[in-house]
C-alpha cells in the first residue's frame, strides 16, 4: 500500500513534540493559527467554529481521534480546540514518518463515528443526551471502574444544545439515580456507575 508523507512546510516548521498536556479549561490552538495535526492520547477535546456572532460547538475528539488534519492541506487550524478534560495529545504526523493508507482509512472511519456521536448528543430528551455525553466522556481506570471528570456547565450545554440550567438539572438526577459517584475531593472526578446508568 502506498504511504502518503506529511510534507508541509508549516509541519516541517514546527518544533518536534513528543507530548503535549493540556490542563481542563486550556486552549490547544486557535482557529487560524498554524500548526500541526495531533492525536489524542488522552480526555476529551471540544472544536468551535468561529464567527462574527461567536463560538459555535463544531465537534468532539476523545481518546484516540485525531485534531488539526485540515493542516495537512492548508497549514491552519480551521477550529479552536479546548480541553474539556486534563488533556495529553502526541504528533499524528511528522516531516520524517509516512502514514500508511489503512492508517489513513481507519482514521476517517474514525472521525466520522465521533461525528455521529455528536450529533446524537443534540438531538432526543434533554436527560438522555447529558447520560450519553457523561457515558461517551467516561474512562477506564485500573481497577476496572470508569471514572469520568466532569466538563464545565457551559461546554456540556453548547455539546449537547442545550441550556446549562437544564444540564444542572439533569446532573442532578444522575447522581440521585447513582450513575454518578463522588470519588473523592478533587472537583469534578466522579466515578460512574454503568449498571446504573443502562438502568436509569
Known amino acids: 500500500m502506498h504511504a502518503i508523507m506529511a510534507a508541509p512546510a508549516s509541519v516541517k516548521a514546527m518544533p518536534?513534540?513528543?507530548l503535549l498536556r493540556i490542563p481542563i479549561g486550556g486552549r490547544i490552538y486557535a482557529a487560524g493559527a498554524?500548526?500541526?495535526?495531533?492525536r489524542v492520547k488522552r480526555g476529551a477535546v471540544r472544536l468551535d467554529r468561529i464567527t462574527p456572532e461567536g463560538h459555535s460547538f463544531a465537534g468532539l475528539a476523545l481518546r484516540g481521534d485525531v485534531i488539526g488534519a485540515e493542516t495537512l492541506l492548508s497549514g491552519h487550524y480551521s477550529f479552536e480546540a479546548s480541553a474539556i478534560d486534563d488533556c495529553e495529545l502526541t504528533p499524528w504526523l511528522t516531516a520524517d514518518k509516512?502514514?500508511?493508507g489503512k492508517s489513513l482509512l481507519q482514521t476517517l472511519a474514525a472521525a466520522e463515528r465521533r461525528a455521529a456521536d455528536a450529533l446524537a448528543l443534540r438531538a432526543g430528551e434533554a436527560f438522555e443526551r447529558v447520560r450519553q455525553l457523561c457515558l461517551l466522556l467516561a474512562r477506564d481506570r485500573d481497577d476496572g471502574r470508569k471514572e469520568i471528570t466532569i466538563p464545565g456547565l457551559r461546554d456540556m450545554a453548547a455539546i449537547t444544545d442545550l441550556t446549562e440550567a437544564t444540564v444542572s438539572r439533569a446532573m442532578s438526577h444522575l447522581r440521585r439515580t447513582g450513575m454518578l459517584l463522588r470519588?473523592?475531593?478533587?472537583?469534578?472526578l466522579m466515578l460512574v456507575d454503568t449498571e446504573a446508568a443502562f438502568a436509569a
Open 16 to 18: 518536534t513534540r513528543k
Open 98 to 100: 509516512a502514514l500508511s
Open 183 to 188: 470519588q473523592d475531593r478533587r472537583h469534578g
Open 34 to 38: 498554524e500548526g500541526i495535526a495531533w
